[in-house]
């Protein structure tokens, strides 16, 4: 059952060394005020998943707090590469690397596989891929009704799920809206959650019965954070820094200029930091 | 018009290979360009589809990242990126993939994982993304790329998507139904595949372009068709559209 708390002790709570994490977000809704409390709690030997890990996963990266990465797009979205992912990948800096590299589809169906409680999932893909040749986990099944071939991959459950959303409601209840990525899977399929969210409304108000609601019996912590996700973007709150996205470039691309950037705006900062960015634009 | 370039060109010799009842997977950078270009020219109708979940998306600016606001805001639909790779893509809704690439080969297989080895990269890309089943799921595959050496190279490092594979009959042997690479712009030409070796072969040149150019700009012995034909030049419309748009979008991404 969820409980509305600060974010030191929502994290301090729910992740351990070496656990399985998992902090999704496609584009949209990153969970960046969540990912430097990780990185200031100095958890060691994590496993990361995302499909599309960039900068709080550069930056966990850069700061040997990461033991393997499960990932499907390893880019700074826009501008380019991952530079303190490809340090660690081509020099192992600070530290080697392990990787399992999927597509896309292999890591959206296996979030989905977890969430459904299998230990697979089956899908038509990498049909003619490199991967198949050096992920041990990309495997082929049968199927028992017509005989074609498809591939396989193990189900993605974390040791714990963390998220950025919109708004909780004062039940903890948890509402994102948006592109939406495959944040419902990932918490679904985790053991635990921690949701930071824009801001905790009284209730939700006239919202389409569809809208994604998380139950907060699904959740772990809900923590607020206003402009939690900057330099990505809150659907309704604020828009994409992508000037920021730009600067990364700049400052991940030398590891003396990185660490002192970490210290500064990271290892000596808090969650309070990111309330300037939601005044910053329109909201879009 | 004066001063066309030829990346002006390359665009825009991409967009006219879209129709206006195409269902479009629109890759971020040069696809994502062209596709829009089409949608403001010729083909109004076009459903440009992103991997962040947006379908039917008509941004009035090109995207920074594959799931900016604006996407989400002007699309028919969102949905959850489980069901855009299940649904939409392995369902067979989409008709053509646009895709680019580091790394493309005479048959149109693509890598965008690493240069060098795998286990120990000389160059760590970010990798394949949605390209592996888009390659095998949509309809048809176009491919917009600038050339280059470094870039059209005679073996890949890492095969991270398929295109004809080895040749004829690769992709039917790997259970794929669909077509494959049908469509290569890049800044210099159009390559269609041979139908018989299913190899790239320059079909028309750019206004300008020589075939020696091209030759120099390509690491494989490059095949050209029976008749080359020159790339018909952008269109008064056609550059305008073009060029408000990239304006708009410079304004947009300077201001955020």
Redesign the interface.
């Known amino acids: 059952m969820a409980k509305i708390m600060e974010l030191a002790t929502a994290i301090r709570e729910n992740v351990n060394d070496g656990d399985l994490l998992v902090m999704e977000g496609?584009?949209?809704l990153i969970p960046h005020a969540a990912a430097h409390e990780v990185i200031r709690q100095g958890y060691k030997d994590l496993t990361l998943s995302r499909?599309?890990p960039d900068l709080i996963y550069d930056q966990l990266i850069g700061m040997g707090r990461v033991k393997k990465l499960i990932?499907?797009?390893?880019?700074n979205?826009?501008?380019g590469?991952?530079l303190r992912?490809?340090d660690a990948?081509?020099n192992q800096w600070p530290r080697a690397l392990e990787i399992e590299?999927h597509?896309?589809?292999a890591m959206?169906?296996a979030?989905?596989a977890g969430a459904a409680g299998l230990p697979c999932a089956v899908?038509?893909?990498?049909?003619?891929?490199?991967?198949t040749e050096?992920n041990p986990n990309i495997k082929s099944i049968e199927c028992p009704f017509t005989g074609?071939?498809l591939a396989a991959v193990p189900a993605l459950n974390a040791d714990v799920a963390i998220i950025h959303a919109q708004r909780a409601n004062k039940n903890g209840d948890v509402l994102l809206e948006?592109?939406?990525?495959?944040q419902?899977?990932a918490v679904l399929g985790a053991k635990r959650a921690v949701v930071t969210v824009e801001e905790i409304v009284d209730d939700f108000g006239d919202i389409s019965p569809n809208a994604v609601v998380l139950p907060r019996w699904t959740i772990n912590a809900v923590v607020v954070i206003a402009g939690g996700a900057h330099p990505s973007?809150a659907?309704g709150y604020y828009?994409?820094?992508?000037?920021f996205?730009k600067d990364w470039d700049q400052i991940s691309r030398d590891r003396d200029v990185f660490l002192e950037w970490m210290d500064e705006n990271v290892m000596k900062s808090g969650p309070q930091a990111f309330e300037v960015h939601v005044k910053k634009?329109p909201a879009? | 018009m004066t001063d066309i370039t030829l990346a002006e060109i390359m665009t825009v010799t991409a967009a006219r290979a879209l129709k206006n009842t195409d269902v479009c997977f629109v890759g971020i950078g040069l696809p994502s360009e062209a596709c829009n270009l089409a949608r403001l020219t010729h083909a109004p109708e076009i459903t440009l589809i992103y991997e962040s979940g947006t379908i039917g998306t008509k941004p009035n600016v090109l995207p920074l990242s594959i799931g900016d606001g604006e996407l989400c805001e002007t699309a028919v639909a969102n949905v959850s990126v489980p069901e855009m790779f299940r649904y939409w893509l392995q369902g067979g809704r989409i008709t053509v993939g646009f895709l680019s690439a580091a790394q493309l080969d005479r048959f149109g297989n693509i890598n965008t994982t690493v240069i060098g080895d795998y286990h120990n990269p000389k160059t760590r890309l970010p990798g394949g993304g949605g390209a592996p089943e888009i390659a095998t799921s949509c309809g048809e595959i176009f491919i917009t790329l600038k050339h280059s050496k470094r870039a059209f190279v005679d073996q890949l490092d890492f095969f991270t998507s398929i295109g004809h594979g080895d040749g004829p009959g690769h992709r039917g042997r790997l259970g794929i139904t669909t077509k494959g690479p049908t469509r290569l712009v890049t800044d210099l030409c159009v390559m269609l595949p041979n139908p018989d070796s299913c190899e790239f072969e320059v079909v028309s040149l750019h206004p300008g372009v020589t075939r020696e150019q091209v030759i120099e700009a390509t690491g494989w012995p490059l095949a050209f068709a029976r008749n080359v034909s020159e790339t018909a030049a952008p269109t008064a419309i056609e550059l305008d559209a073009l060029r408000d748009l990239k304006q708009r979008t410079t304004e947009a991404h300077a201001a955020a």
């Open positions: 496609f584009t949209h499909m599309t990932f499907s797009y390893a880019g979205p826009g501008v590469l991952l992912f490809r990948v081509e590299e597509s896309h589809a959206a169906n979030y989905e899908f038509r893909g990498y049909r003619g891929a490199g991967l050096v074609e071939k948006g592109i939406i990525g495959v419902k899977e973007y659907h828009s994409r820094d992508n000037g996205y634009g879009k």
